[in-house]
């Protein structure tokens, strides 16, 4: 799969590094110099999720997915 494909153009950066992925979800995390970013593997949607702030980033990721279980009557 070819990253620079995915993500918008107007996006500069130089090398990137997954960080993480949400299990179940076909969902990555991904570090860029303009911040982080999920792609969604199944759809190639890349969407921005997070800001860096200078050049010293922790990857503290949190995925959360909701689920909703129907109340038997």
């Given at each position: ?11 500069p ?6 960080v ?20 969604d ?33």
């Open positions: 799969m070819e990253l620079e494909m995915l993500l918008p153009r107007r996006i950066y130089k090398s990137y590094e997954v993480g992925f949400a299990e179940g979800t076909n969902t990555i995390f991904i570090n860029i110099s303009t911040g982080i970013f999920t792609l593997l199944k759809s190639k949607k890349a969407r921005k999720v997070g800001e860096r702030e200078g050049d010293r980033f922790d990857p503290i990721l949190l995925p959360y997915v909701r689920f909703y279980t129907p109340r038997s009557s």
